[in-house]
């Protein structure tokens, strides 16, 4: 069938016009927030009324299933590039490079901002390329070296900066002339994961630290209220991990069980690499096989699969894993166990329902008083490229199929 001139004009007309609203549909707004160690079954304690009132108005999921090692920054890399540690390049908090006799150490900013250390691609690099503003009030990685690397507004990290001074820097932002304002935000507050190591996650104190959260929460949403943003902005509250019960009644002293052997460790509690050379890891796994006690001990390329975590050398040659509530320690750090104990830790079997994280979404894009299963962490990446309408990068690990179903 043809159109003649004038049906032909209409229709163009139309077309044209059509894609001329597509365009201008403004971006989506997004709030990445990260509280650090909010396990998955905090926030359903009675306490925190401004995150369930948040709840309500979007998705929740039970929990937020981590990557192993469930450690903090290889869990918020994952988050933000949708891949799993063996292939991002975190393996840990702590790990070492035997091929260039390099260490990696997330407390030492001279190595941790280091841009060689981190292969995936952050979202919001991913959104720069489509021309979407980003930002970030702190996230591990986000004030990198490269510039090319970071989100268009970024700071550096100071562990003691202010709650409230953050929150402030994030509306700030949002309120910013809309040519300059940022559309795709993180931000990052870390006390529960600091008061659950130092008093355990059953504590009081951890429940007073849930309710303090609660009141940032409601700060920001009051915040979006007085910027008539609220009913534009999509709220993602996330953590990188849960938290389990731990005690100086349950370690096991690794070099004990090595005496005599020639090796190289990094990291303790719930995991630990060892480095050797080829000829001493069968004789130094023999051993540990032997020993095998409230841990597991795998040659790297053996590591269940389940766990991701055995195709990058930076793992070393062997993974000790420990039960979950166990540690593995060193004599040397023995006597600093006894004199700061800790009675909470993280970073054992990301499978294991203690060491599970929070997600609630609520904005324009979410489905209302939806209620849903586990959802895993490196799928978040994948809803953010959905949201923004953004190409994710070829080689993440998060799939969309698995969390496109929360999208409205």
Not at 207 to 216: E, F, G, M, S, V
Not at 309 to 323: E, M, P, T
Not at 362 to 378: D, E, R, V
Not at 390 to 402: Q, S, V, W, Y
Request: proline share 5%; aromatic share 12%; with cysteine.
């Amino acid at each position: 069938m043809s159109l003649d001139k004038p049906k032909l004009k209409i229709f163009l007309f139309l077309f044209f016009l059509a894609v001329s609203l597509l365009k201008a549909q403004p971006e989506p707004y997004v709030l990445l927030i990260s509280f650090d160690g909010l396990r998955w079954d905090y926030v359903n304690r009675n306490i925190s009324p401004n995150i369930i009132e948040l709840s309500k108005r979007g998705v929740t999921a039970s929990s937020l299933r981590p990557v192993f090692p469930t450690k903090t920054f290889p869990n918020h890399i994952s988050i933000i590039t949708g891949m799993h540690p063996e292939n991002h390049g975190i393996v840990a908090n702590e790990f070492i490079d035997i091929e260039n006799n390099d260490e990696y150490k997330m407390w030492d900013k001279s190595i941790a901002l280091n841009s060689k250390w981190y292969r995936g691609e952050a979202f919001w690099e991913t959104a720069r390329k489509h021309g979407v503003i980003t930002a970030s009030y702190f996230w591990p990685s986000s004030d990198m070296d490269d510039p090319e690397k970071r989100p268009d507004y970024y700071h550096v990290y100071e562990h003691n900066r202010p709650y409230t001074e953050r929150i402030a820097g994030v509306l700030n932002w949002f309120n910013l002339p809309y040519k300059e304002r940022p559309h795709f935000v993180t931000l990052y507050f870390d006390l529960t994961d600091g008061v659950g190591h130092k008093f355990g996650p059953e504590s009081e104190e951890i429940n007073i630290a849930i309710a303090q959260i609660d009141t940032l929460v409601g700060s920001l949403i009051n915040g979006f209220k007085e910027i008539n943003l609220l009913d534009s902005v999509n709220i993602i509250i996330s953590s990188d991990h849960g938290m389990t019960k731990i005690s100086e009644e349950r370690l096991i002293i690794v070099d004990e069980m090595l005496n005599g052997y020639d090796y190289l460790s990094s990291n303790t509690g719930p995991f630990m690499l060892i480095y050797s050379e080829e000829e001493d890891t069968e004789k130094i796994y023999g051993t540990l096989k032997e020993e095998e006690n409230h841990f597991n001990v795998y040659k790297r390329e053996d590591v269940p699969e389940y766990f991701r975590f055995s195709q990058n050398k930076l793992i070393g040659d062997l993974v000790l894993i420990a039960d979950v509530g166990w540690s593995l320690v060193t004599q040397e750090n023995l006597e600093r166990i006894k004199e700061h104990p800790s009675k909470g830790n993280h970073g054992y079997d990301n499978f294991h329902i203690d060491m599970h994280g929070v997600f609630i979404a609520a904005g324009p894009s979410f489905k209302q008083n939806y209620k849903t299963g586990t959802i895993n962490n490196i799928d978040i990446y994948p809803l953010l490229c959905t949201i923004f309408n953004c190409t994710p990068a070829k080689n993440i690990d998060g799939e969309l199929k698995r969390i496109e179903y929360i999208l409205k």
